[in-house]
């Protein structure tokens, strides 16, 4: 894989400097952090959380929904397989207890001067692709690249601050950064893995494949069925197997996901044994669905919660801003009225979820109270620009009683629509003789519940509001196009916030085909705001800017909130072993995880 999903959560440790001549101080490290210390050493035998005496072998079913028709992560034509980050191992690498640090993993070790301006990678001779070809420099500026000319744009949006990138030699890969003093640029490229031209010489980056490349990693696609399946293999001469931070991890030897186009489908096949694990993301079938499951009650399906302390993005309501009416403040806000939670949780939810305040959930990076000292100082330059009640308020999303009577929300979203040149005739809330109407388009079949009273709540005021439920290829494309009225989105969250705000909320990228500025926001203080954060030099400033930014967002009403929680909901059949301790940022399967023979065997038993 082109990038490793890993990078995302990178871990450091301690650094060493020593001076060059004719140069500035030279850090050089198998490890660095973008704020603060790292946690562990560089004499450490194995992650706290990992066994390294686990077994290896075995194979496991896992569900994905949706489909794919391309192996190609770099170009934004086609839909690949999120589980393809198995087989792409990156320069640098984290644990699974920190956030925004790193340790070597290709590169075994760094170097960088005082003021971040390039980076240094040095690789490890022993590294190679699963068919035995070494893993060099050029390998990775020809990925670097490749993302430059022909990546999809969130995933460029990474790397803008790098101005270019240089193969040394075979081993020694430098990039030289646009920006000062910062390290986020810095972390941002150790987390890119090899693409090998020996496979892409012969073929064209540009177009879509389901020809696998070469692994660098520790796994290796044996089988790919587009849109069905595509299967996982412990590579037999993985290169990186000895290295510490590898150790007791990769335990399962074949990992195969099954791709379903129904939820409710994957997961009656969960129950009937054909997938093995599942993450619950439903309400009612985490209460009710596998209560009166036969193999529950034989105590063959393990259900738990696992608490989850990972930093997460936004869930919401997406409004499109290029099309009215939502281009109107005041109908934003008047729509967002109408979004009863407090209905949803008592109905819907089974009272699981927190109501999202936030672009910056379960987090510290997010605002509370109202602005005061270093964030109100970034703010007061903006205040005419600014809603005077984002100085004097707490943004506090709609509440309601939860009976799904609303009448006073309804009262003050007419009064808005109002304000707004709409007006309620015969039912119908029209403007220019014309009504509004608009979309809701989803992927999910799961999400029509949530959508469906927010629609009668629509309609109570005469909008004429629809729901339309697509396949993931066309839900794809109309996303990407920005051919839709609403969505509904759950951002990924890359902590501490960086680059990828470009992508999110930035002018520039608004009308940009396929990237992540969704709603299409185009706001100067917006962007002023984005810039402290990628150019904080200590974490507590990047805190402040994102607090702020997070007001601005909220006070401006591009989204509607939905909600989060904050554990995981893990359901599996009792055929696994795991540490006794877990990630503290994650679940740790499948990594940490190993098929446990005396309960498969068990198991296999009790079916027949």
Same mark, same amino acid.
């Given at each position: 894989?082109?990038?490793?999903?890993?990078?995302?959560? #990178?871990?450091?440790?301690?650094?060493?400097?020593?001076?060059?001549?004719?140069?500035?101080?030279?850090?050089?490290?198998?490890?660095?952090?973008?704020?603060?210390?790292?946690?562990?050493?560089?004499?450490?035998?194995?992650?706290?959380?990992?066994?390294?005496?686990?077994?290896?072998?075995?194979?496991?079913?896992?569900?994905?929904?949706?489909?794919?028709?391309?192996?190609?992560?770099?170009?934004?034509?086609?839909?690949?397989?999120?589980?393809?980050?198995?087989?792409?191992?990156?320069?640098?690498?984290?644990?699974?207890?920190?956030?925004?640090?790193?340790?070597?993993?290709?590169?075994?070790?760094?170097?960088?001067? +005082?003021?971040?301006?390039?980076?240094?990678? $040095?690789?490890?001779?022993?590294?190679?692709?699963?068919?035995?070809?070494?893993?060099?420099?050029?390998?990775?500026?020809?990925?670097?690249?490749?993302?430059?000319?022909?990546?999809?744009?969130?995933? %460029?949006?990474?790397?803008?601050?790098?101005?270019?990138?240089?193969? #040394?030699?075979?081993?020694?890969?430098?990039?030289?950064?646009?920006?000062?003093?910062?390290?986020?640029?810095?972390?941002?490229?150790?987390?890119?893995?090899?693409?090998?031209?020996?496979?892409?010489?012969?073929?064209?980056?540009?177009?879509?494949?389901?020809?696998?490349?070469?692994?660098?990693?520790?796994?290796?696609?044996?089988?790919?069925?587009?849109?069905?399946?595509?299967?996982?293999?412990?590579?037999?001469?993985?290169?990186? &197997?000895?290295?510490?931070?590898?150790?007791?991890?990769?335990?399962?030897?074949?990992?195969?996901?099954?791709?379903?186009?129904?939820?409710?489908?994957?997961?009656?096949?969960?129950?009937?044994?054909?997938?093995?694990?599942?993450?619950?993301?439903?309400?009612? %079938?985490?209460?009710?669905?596998?209560?009166?499951?036969?193999?529950?009650?034989?105590?063959?399906?393990?259900?738990?919660?696992?608490?989850?302390?990972?930093?997460?993005?936004?869930?919401?309501?997406?409004?499109? #801003?290029?099309?009215?009416?939502?281009?109107?403040?005041?109908?934003?806000?008047?729509?967002?009225?109408?979004?009863?939670?407090?209905?949803?949780?008592?109905?819907?939810?089974?009272?699981?979820?927190?109501?999202?305040?936030?672009?910056?959930?379960?987090?510290?990076?997010?605002?509370?109270?109202?602005?005061?000292?270093?964030?109100?100082?970034?703010?007061?330059?903006?205040?005419?620009?600014?809603?005077?009640?984002?100085?004097?308020?707490?943004?506090?999303?709609?509440?309601?009683?939860?009976?799904?009577?609303?009448? %006073?929300?309804?009262?003050?979203?007419?009064?808005?629509?109002?304000?707004?040149?709409?007006?309620?005739?015969?039912? &119908?809330?029209?403007?220019?003789?014309? +009504?509004?109407?608009?979309?809701?388009?989803?992927?999910?079949?799961?999400?029509?519940?949530?959508?469906?009273?927010?629609?009668?709540?629509? &309609?109570?005021?005469?909008?004429?509001?629809?729901?339309?439920?697509?396949?993931?290829?066309?839900?794809?494309?109309?996303?990407?196009?920005?051919?839709?009225?609403?969505?509904?989105?759950?951002?990924?969250?890359?902590?501490?916030?960086?680059?990828? #705000?470009?992508?999110?909320?930035?002018?520039?990228?608004?009308?940009?085909?396929?990237?992540?500025?969704?709603?299409?926001?185009?706001?100067?203080?917006?962007?002023?705001?984005?810039?402290?954060?990628? $150019?904080?030099?200590?974490?507590?400033?990047?805190?402040?800017?994102?607090?702020?930014?997070?007001?601005?967002?909220?006070?401006?009403?591009?989204?509607?909130? +939905?909600?989060?929680?904050?554990?995981?909901?893990?359901?599996?059949?009792?055929?696994?072993?795991?540490?006794?301790?877990?990630?503290?940022?994650?679940?740790?399967?499948?990594?940490?995880?190993?098929?446990?023979?005396?309960?498969?065997?068990?198991?296999?038993? +009790?079916?027949?």
């Amino acid at each position: 894989m082109a990038i490793s999903m890993r990078f995302f959560s #990178l871990v450091a440790l301690l650094l060493w400097a020593f001076p060059l001549a004719h140069a500035q101080n030279v850090v050089k490290s198998w490890s660095m952090a973008e704020f603060g210390t790292p946690l562990y050493k560089r004499d450490i035998a194995h992650w706290p959380y990992a066994n390294p005496a686990a077994p290896k072998g075995g194979e496991i079913v896992l569900g994905a929904f949706g489909s794919f028709d391309s192996l190609n992560t770099y170009i934004l034509k086609g839909e690949w397989p999120r589980s393809i980050g198995l087989t792409g191992d990156s320069l640098m690498s984290g644990s699974g207890d920190e956030l925004a640090s790193a340790y070597g993993v290709i590169a075994e070790s760094v170097e960088y001067p +005082q003021d971040k301006s390039w980076i240094i990678f $040095n690789l490890r001779p022993d590294a190679h692709y699963e068919d035995g070809v070494q893993i060099t420099a050029g390998d990775f500026a020809f990925g670097f690249e490749t993302i430059r000319k022909h990546g999809r744009p969130f995933l %460029r949006s990474f790397y803008a601050d790098v101005e270019g990138v240089e193969a #040394l030699d075979d081993r020694r890969l430098k990039f030289t950064m646009k920006t000062r003093n910062n390290m986020k640029p810095l972390m941002n490229v150790a987390g890119l893995s090899p693409l090998p031209r020996h496979h892409w010489e012969t073929r064209d980056i540009t177009k879509t494949t389901l020809e696998p490349e070469p692994s660098s990693g520790a796994y290796r696609i044996t089988s790919v069925d587009a849109g069905r399946s595509i299967t996982y293999e412990l590579v037999d001469n993985y290169w990186g &197997k000895d290295l510490a931070i590898n150790r007791g991890l990769n335990n399962i030897q074949r990992i195969r996901f099954e791709y379903y186009r129904d939820d409710g489908v994957m997961f009656e096949a969960f129950k009937s044994g054909a997938i093995d694990f599942r993450q619950e993301n439903s309400s009612k %079938r985490w209460a009710t669905g596998y209560e009166n499951s036969p193999a529950v009650k034989k105590q063959q399906i393990v259900r738990r919660r696992v608490p989850n302390e990972t930093p997460q993005g936004i869930q919401a309501f997406f409004f499109n #801003l290029r099309r009215a009416p939502f281009d109107d403040k005041r109908v934003r806000e008047a729509i967002a009225l109408l979004f009863d939670f407090e209905a949803v949780q008592r109905t819907v939810l089974y009272g699981e979820y927190q109501r999202t305040a936030s672009y910056f959930p379960n987090s510290d990076f997010g605002a509370s109270g109202t602005p005061a000292g270093a964030e109100l100082q970034l703010l007061e330059p903006f205040r005419e620009q600014l809603p005077a009640a984002l100085f004097a308020e707490t943004f506090t999303p709609p509440k309601t009683d939860g009976s799904g009577r609303i009448r %006073r929300q309804l009262r003050k979203a007419l009064e808005l629509f109002k304000a707004a040149g709409w007006s309620s005739q015969g039912g &119908k809330l029209t403007k220019g003789g014309k +009504q509004m109407a608009f979309e809701f388009l989803l992927v999910s079949p799961t999400m029509e519940r949530l959508v469906a009273p927010f629609v009668q709540n629509l &309609k109570r005021t005469g909008i004429a509001a629809t729901i339309r439920i697509v396949d993931s290829s066309q839900y794809e494309v109309r996303v990407d196009d920005f051919d839709f009225d609403v969505i509904s989105v759950r951002l990924n969250f890359f902590p501490p916030p960086g680059p990828e #705000l470009r992508s999110y909320y930035g002018s520039a990228a608004a009308e940009v085909r396929g990237s992540a500025n969704m709603a299409g926001i185009k706001n100067p203080v917006i962007d002023a705001l984005i810039e402290k954060i990628i $150019n904080a030099e200590d974490l507590e400033s990047l805190k402040h800017a994102s607090r702020a930014l997070d007001r601005v967002l909220l006070w401006n009403h591009y989204v509607i909130p +939905q909600f989060f929680i904050d554990n995981d909901r893990i359901v599996h059949w009792d055929k696994f072993g795991y540490p006794d301790r877990k990630p503290r940022y994650s679940v740790g399967f499948p990594s940490t995880w190993w098929i446990d023979e005396e309960r498969a065997a068990k198991l296999t038993l +009790q079916r027949k």
